[in-house]
């Protein structure tokens, strides 16, 4: 989609800024008020854009996006 692809296409401050609340916000997800809808998006955004980002810019921040989704995907 084209928001993807904006962000594909930043600069690295921008790319990481994003992928930064990516992943707190997946860090969160076992919080009060979190609808299994709101899961599923995160899931589908991170198989979309931010595995892909996070491998390429930052390898840690992939590390902490399986570690935090993982509970929802097995």
Do not use: W
Not at 22 to 43: D, E, P, R, Y
């Amino acid at each position: 989609n084209a928001y993807n692809e904006r962000i594909r296409n930043s600069d690295y401050a921008v790319q990481i800024v994003k992928l930064a609340d990516f992943v707190h916000n997946c860090s969160q997800l076992n919080s009060v008020g979190i609808t299994k809808g709101m899961i599923h998006k995160k899931i589908k955004d991170s198989k979309s854009l931010y595995f892909e980002l996070s491998k390429n810019i930052c390898p840690k921040f992939y590390e902490l996006l399986h570690k935090y989704l993982k509970p929802f995907t097995s």
